[in-house]
């Protein structure tokens, strides 16, 4: 009887211990690969961004590969929320807003370099399904893009 209560004891800290690793992964709300696209109008280029964080810094790329880019700064800005009023129902609260904002030199079709800069908000910046839709500029060209976390 005593061993079954000892191996009882081990498989749930084992199973407890996996589910902490798993949620220690997910790490600071920006880091991850980022997929979508971006462009003006009904003119959209595919967009690949990944974001790396060390402790301090966020650093990266977009559309890894021969022709990547490395990121040359990225900032997070969190406007605080506001809880619901105790005893009122949690979505009566004012969630928190994370912006952000990266920048790259990108390749133009001149052989040069043009700095590329996206402003967006991140959605659910906790959850698995993270979105960060905003607006780009290079030069004078400007547009929206919309990414998501794999």
Known sequence: MRMKSVRAFILSAA????????????????????????????????????????????????????????????????????????????????????????DVDAPNAAGGTDRLVFEGTIRNPVAGNRRITGTWTRGSERGTFQIRRL
């Open 15 to 102: 199973a407890m211990a996996l589910a902490v690793a798993a949620a220690a992964q997910e790490g600071h709300p920006l880091a991850g690969t980022w997929y979508g696209d971006y462009g003006t109008g009904s003119q959209k280029r595919d967009l690949t961004v990944v974001m790396k964080w060390d402790g301090r810094n966020v650093t990266g790329m977009i559309n890894p590969g021969p022709n990547a880019s490395p990121i040359k700064s990225a900032v997070m800005d969190i406007t605080p929320g506001k809880p619901a009023p105790e005893g009122r129902g949690s979505t009566t609260g004012t969630p928190p807003v994370f912006q952000e904002r990266f």
